[in-house]
């Protein structure tokens, strides 16, 4: 009999079920990867963009934006290892991470004055954010920011062109670009060319006005304020506020011009003003080279050079030139002239420029300095005809052909008048004056010597003389005169004793007035005795 007491023993058998209690965080595993993945699958791109400082730019803050929609914001703001720029970090939206290529551009918006006005006044409220200006080329990831905005955004149509000039003038980027005043483009920057010659401006033309540019386009500097000097009196044309202040750029074209526009990047000369766009283009001018004996104080570079009137050129450089000895010194002028105009102003017909100027520097043709204004004093170049002039020439260490030049109008009189003084200081002065001083001493001697003075009394008792006899013979005279006429009033009037006595009183009343005209000359010229009478125009005596 079993006993009750006895339990049974339990048998322990393996499970390898999977409890239920681990089905829960299985599952949070996977929706948690899932999420995770997920995001990452959604989360865009990270960038860098180097500025040369982080004004407005704040972590977890600034944001990207491309036409005020955003696609991404700064994540960590931190400085170069160079300690020159700072390094933004920046995440972009998936979809808008095929934009970030190569040619991308990226600027901080904040409040700006520029040339083309006042921009990102937004921003005053919501802060500064970064701009994106999507570009072409290959994906990227790490940019160079722009420090300034760019003046065009690549996404609108236009094509740009490059302008050449000598000078900048008061041009800024952003500057408009102006046809016949109406703003169609604007300046986007400049630089200084290769060889420093020249500057180089490029700009940008919208769309439609890119068919306005072709190859006979001018353009030139769009100042604010233009004074011109005409036969009429003073002008004064004033433009735009806008380019009173940062300059600009004006083209035009000739009307009815069946010429196709011109590509992108063609380049133009830039003028300094409208007028002188009906100059030939300076790439068509010829340089030579003047030498000068005299001083060319007074003489610029843009001085003008003429032809008869006729502007031919200006000129294009004044240097300094030590020869082989250092007394060897000379002031060549480089001058440009246009040969175009120069086969107009000498009527020839269509040839070698140099071959022109050679068959002229035969014929006399050479330069010379003339004074363009007394008040300023400021000088040109005059090329003319010279004929009895050598051409004399320079050994000239370039290729550039040179022209002869004669001495200017005031060289010439200067040294004229220094030929006249080396003459007079070669006249024997001193010898001369010795002469002329023993000359002096001798009439001086004579006139003091005893003899002068008894001729004097000699002639005093000459005068006196004269002068009691003509008073005497002037007394009787009258009487005699008088009874003549009486005598002559008795005697019958047709008879021949009437006729003599007639004839002999005018005699009497003749020698009369001769004597008396005697007596005045002598006491007016008492000297007349001794040294003669001078030479004077006839006494007429009017006989009765």
Do not use: C
């Amino acid at each position: 009999m079993k006993n009750d007491n006895e339990l049974p023993e339990a048998s322990i058998e393996e499970t390898r079920r999977l409890s239920v209690v681990w089905l829960l965080p299985i599952v949070a595993a996977l929706v948690g990867a899932w999420l995770a993945y997920d995001t990452l699958e959604q989360r865009g791109p990270t960038i860098s963009i180097a500025f040369q400082r982080g004004e407005g730019i704040e972590a977890g803050k600034t944001t990207l934006q491309y036409k005020a929609i955003q696609v991404g914001k700064v994540m960590a703001v931190h400085i170069a290892d160079d300690l020159q720029h700072v390094i933004a970090t920046a995440r972009v939206e998936k979809s808008f991470a095929t934009q970030l290529n190569e040619g991308t551009r990226f600027w901080v918006v904040r409040p700006r004055v520029g040339a083309s006005g006042v921009s990102g006044l937004g921003t005053l409220v919501s802060g500064a954010y970064i701009e994106i200006d999507p570009g072409e080329g290959p994906p990227r990831r790490n940019f160079i920011g722009l420090e300034t905005p760019p003046i065009v955004s690549d996404d609108v149509p236009g094509n740009q062109y490059i302008l050449q000039s000598d000078r900048l003038g008061s041009l800024l980027a952003g500057a408009p670009v102006l046809f016949r005043d109406i703003p169609v483009g604007e300046v986007l920057g400049y630089k200084l060319a290769d060889d420093g010659d020249r500057v180089t401006v490029h700009i940008f033309i919208r769309e439609p006005y890119t068919l306005l540019v072709r190859g006979t386009t001018k353009f030139s500097h769009a100042s604010g304020i233009d004074v011109t000097v005409t036969a009429d009196g003073l002008e004064l044309t004033t433009s735009s506020l806008q380019t009173l202040l940062v300059g600009g750029v004006s083209f035009d074209s000739p009307p009815g011009s069946k010429e196709v526009p011109s590509p992108p990047g063609t380049k133009f000369w830039l003028y300094d003003s409208v007028e002188k766009t009906a100059e030939i283009d300076p790439s068509e001018q010829i340089p030579y080279r003047l030498y000068f004996d005299e001083s060319v104080r007074g003489l610029s570079v843009g001085a003008p050079v003429e032809f008869k009137g006729i502007r031919l050129g200006s000129v294009t450089k004044i240097e300094l030139e030590v020869g082989e000895t250092p007394s060897a010194i000379n002031v060549p002028v480089t001058i440009a002239i246009q040969g175009q105009r120069l086969a107009a102003a000498t009527a020839t017909v269509k040839q070698d420029p140099n071959a022109i100027i050679g068959a002229l520097i035969e014929e006399g043709f050479r330069a010379r300095l003339q004074t363009g204004s007394f008040l300023t004093g400021q000088m040109f170049v005059e090329l003319g005809f010279y004929p009895d002039t050598p051409a004399t020439l320079v050994r000239n260490p370039t290729s550039i052909a040179q022209i002869p030049t004669v001495p200017s109008e005031l060289a010439e009189l200067k040294l004229n008048a220094s030929e006249v003084l080396d003459n007079l200081r070669k006249l024997p002065l001193e010898e001369i004056g010795e002469q002329s001083l023993a000359t002096i001493t001798s009439l001086e001697s004579l006139i003091k010597s005893p003899q002068i003075g008894d001729v004097f009394s000699s002639a005093q008792a000459s005068l006196e003389s004269i002068q009691s006899l003509t008073s005497d013979l002037n007394a009787r005279l009258v009487p005699l005169t008088s009874r003549l006429h009486e005598t002559l009033a008795s005697v019958d009037k047709n008879s021949a004793l009437q006729s003599q006595l007639s004839t002999t009183l005018k005699h009497v009343d003749a020698a009369a007035r001769a004597l008396r005209v005697l007596a005045e000359s002598i006491e007016r010229n008492p000297n007349a005795v001794i040294w003669g009478k001078k030479k004077s125009q006839p006494v007429l005596i009017e006989e009765n």
